[in-house]
């Protein structure tokens, strides 16, 4: 392809170009494709979908790890990609190439045949498509946004439902409030279909309860019917059956732990074996989720002055109140101090990620720009920090709020760098070694 574009690429941005003028949450395009392909959603292994405003993503690593230690294959679709679009995909237990990747979305724009359709939307059907095509014996599947209207609800009949713990984020499309927007996300509960649910605040429980009772789909509630705490550097799981001990792994946080809960709460309701559990939690790993970066041209500076690097992708105020609490716990393990380089989505509640970040009061925040149409101005960021009553600094981007964190004398700092998965994307792109495979 001329202008360094793959054959995936050139499609996807002809694609792209179809996307409606009008976002509206809906899967009447959806089911049109779906309808053209030959209905991929209805010819998948057995499936697990998982919603959630934070942590399905994390949710999904440790599944995947989990059904992999019990020797059976998995697709997985997530998003969004951090660095290669590739990354969405994972056919068997591999990333799709980016030749099969190609043939699909050839046939998709073919079947689309010019119609308004979105991105999203586009690389859902080329992930059922692609399952539908390859044998495996679980698909694990992430919704997008929301979960009523969303692209991956035109799945009729999963295994189980999941859904991770329901925050503010994408109220413009979801709703004001927590019971609006767990309404949508209790719209990926089925009628009969067994759903999981993490610990939620009491408005979104209600909502989920009174869904999952209404499709007479069995619920099992995080807090009701089971728990996980941290205990001693591993992790308790607690159910019906009695209290497991498991290994904590490496995802770091107290919300790693609740993930991993949800994670295994699923997947006894789908009977893997015990030994599985505690292998897939001792070596999932998701990218960009408190990632310490050793390796890239970053992580080679903040070595050289003896600091360390942690590449996370929290980008609303819960999922900072999550990524504080972890930094608090990285301070207080050798009272080492604490720089975050940050850079956030303009739509996201600013004045709300500040606020997370007030009890930690690191000894820098530096706030940056990055390579998004939406990426927040660090001024805009600046005027925000200092109303929250935080010292902060503005830097043209990462490379040189990096210098800022390691410029003075004193103990080496813990350096984080968090804000957009966009930015976490921006990061792990710099060196092919960072690249999530």
């Not at 303009?346 to 997370?356: S, Y």
């Given at each position: 392809m001329t202008d360094g574009l793959r054959a995936h690429d050139a499609a996807l941005e002809r694609l792209r170009a179809l996307h409606p003028q009008l976002i509206d949450l809906s899967l009447v395009r959806m089911e049109r494709l779906c309808a053209k392909?030959?209905?991929?959603?209805?010819?998948?292994?057995?499936?697990?979908?998982?919603a959630g405003t934070n942590g399905k993503g994390s949710t999904i690593a440790f599944l995947r790890a989990i059904v992999e230690a019990g020797g059976l294959r998995t697709h997985v679709y997530t998003s969004p990609h951090l660095?290669?679009?590739?990354e969405r995909i994972r056919l068997a237990g591999e990333l799709i190439s980016e030749d099969h990747l190609a043939e699909v979305l050839a046939r998709i724009?073919?079947?689309?045949?010019?119609?308004?359709?979105?991105?999203?939307?586009?690389?859902?059907?080329?992930?059922?498509?692609?399952?539908?095509?390859?044998?495996?014996?679980l698909c694990l599947v992430e919704v997008g946004l929301g979960g009523r209207y969303d692209a991956t609800n035109v799945i009729e009949r999963p295994a189980i439902t999941a859904i991770a713990p329901v925050a503010f984020?994408?109220?413009?499309?979801?709703?004001?409030?927590?019971?609006?927007?767990?309404?949508?996300?209790?719209?990926?509960i089925k009628p009969g279909v067994p759903c999981v649910s993490a610990r939620q605040v009491a408005s979104a429980s209600a909502v989920i309860s009174q869904a999952a009772q209404s499709a007479r789909a069995p619920l099992t509630l995080a807090g009701r019917d089971f728990d996980s705490w941290a205990e001693g550097g591993r992790i308790r799981y607690q159910d019906s059956a009695g209290i497991m001990d498991l290994p904590q792994g490496r995802l770091m946080g107290a919300h790693q732990v609740a993930n991993a809960g949800l994670a295994v709460a699923v997947a006894r309701k789908f009977g893997l074996p015990d030994a599985a559990l505690a292998e897939g939690l001792r070596c999932a790993s998701w990218p960009a989720r408190m990632q310490s970066l050793t390796a890239g041209p970053l992580a080679a500076r903040a070595s050289a002055r003896g600091a360390d690097l942690w590449l996370d992708g929290a980008h609303n105020p819960h999922a900072?109140?999550?990524?504080?609490?972890?930094?608090?716990?990285?301070r207080a393990s050798d009272g080492r101090p604490l720089a975050v380089i940050l850079g956030v989505l303009?739509?996201?509640?600013?004045?709300?990620?500040?606020?997370?970040?007030?009890?930690i009061r690191p000894l820098k925040l530096l706030l940056v720009a990055f390579d998004a149409s939406a990426a927040a101005d660090p001024a805009i960021l600046l005027d925000v920090a200092r109303r929250a009553?935080?010292?902060?600094?503005?830097?043209?981007?990462?490379?040189?709020?990096?210098?800022?964190?390691?410029?003075?004398?004193?103990?080496?700092?813990h350096v984080v760098i968090c804000g957009s998965l966009y930015l976490a994307g921006e990061v792990l792109a710099l060196d092919?070694?960072?690249w999530p495979n």
């Open positions: 392909l030959g209905r991929p959603e209805r010819r998948l292994p057995p499936v697990i979908h998982v660095v290669r679009f590739a724009e073919t079947a689309n045949e010019g119609e308004p359709i979105t991105f999203f939307e586009i690389t859902t059907a080329a992930a059922l498509l692609a399952f539908a095509e390859t044998p495996a014996d984020d994408h109220c413009e499309f979801l709703g004001e409030t927590i019971t609006e927007i767990a309404g949508e996300k209790a719209g990926i900072f109140e999550s990524l504080a609490r972890s930094l608090r716990d990285l303009v739509n996201k509640d600013l004045e709300g990620i500040f606020a997370a970040l007030c009890p009553g935080l010292y902060a600094e503005a830097r043209p981007d990462v490379s040189t709020a990096l210098d800022a964190a390691l410029s003075d004398d004193g103990p080496p700092p092919s070694e960072t």
